[in-house]
């Protein structure tokens, strides 16, 4: 089946600094969609993306869809302690009625 | 307005027991999933159901069954548990198919399988 690759598995950061992970398919994908996850709670989700080369922000979140359509990015500006949670990639195929998701990102930040 | 529920929020089984799990949304939404998340897999898709009395194999349906007799409940059932079957499962729903449609999540049931 479709794999998404997610990378880094785990950050340790400072607050304030800006983080970068991002997503790889084997497979073309029309749609990309980014994720969080705080503890004990399900996955709330932050950006989509539709279409190749999109460039998307939600606050200190910028995402992009990459121009292969096998990957996609996501950055934190300025982290803050709230950023915490597990991130996760996930992906359409177009025609699919599924989604994808990557292995996700623990963000861990020391104040 | 409480979204997406989960009951329960946690249980233990011994190997062989049954259970159902059941989520509910007051969304009016079509579309609902079933998923478990492992450490180091994500979220994977088990079963889902694009309205009621439907329902659909996703990624890792083997050893789950699910019903959706009615619009705002879907349930996930364990016929005969086994500790692979130790995970956390969450319910989510959308008002159509399509990753432009935004899957609300509920906020999970840890099962734990002796």
């Known amino acids: 089946g479709q794999q998404l690759n997610q990378s880094p598995q785990s950050m340790f950061i400072q607050e304030g600094e800006d983080v970068s992970m991002n997503c790889t398919s084997s497979s073309i994908f029309n749609t990309w969609l980014w994720y969080k996850q705080e503890p004990g709670e399900g996955p709330v989700l932050l950006i989509a993306l539709y279409k190749a080369g999109e460039l998307t922000s939600n606050g200190r979140l910028t995402a992009q869809f990459g121009i292969t359509r096998k990957d996609s990015f996501l950055n934190i500006s300025a982290s803050i302690p709230s950023d915490v949670g597990i991130y996760f990639c996930a992906g359409q195929v177009q025609g699919a009625q599924k989604l994808v998701f990557g292995q996700g990102t623990r963000l861990t930040i020391n104040p | 307005n409480a979204g997406v529920t989960q009951t329960p929020k946690f249980r233990v089984l011994k190997t062989g027991q049954s259970m159902t799990l059941l989520c509910a949304q007051d969304m009016n939404h079509e579309y609902m999933y079933w998923y478990r998340q492992d450490p180091g897999m994500g979220l994977r898709l088990i079963h889902y159901?694009?309205?009621?009395?439907?329902?659909a194999k996703g990624e890792v349906p083997d050893g789950y069954n699910v019903s959706r007799l009615k619009k705002q409940n879907f349930l996930l059932g364990l016929e005969s548990a086994a500790p692979s079957q130790t995970s956390v499962y969450f319910c989510?729903?959308?008002?159509?198919?399509?990753?432009?449609?935004?899957?609300?999540f509920g906020p999970g049931t840890r099962l734990l399988v002796l």
């Open positions: 989510a729903s959308s008002q159509f198919g399509g990753a432009s449609e935004t899957q609300y």
């Open positions: 159901s694009v309205g009621e009395g439907t329902t």
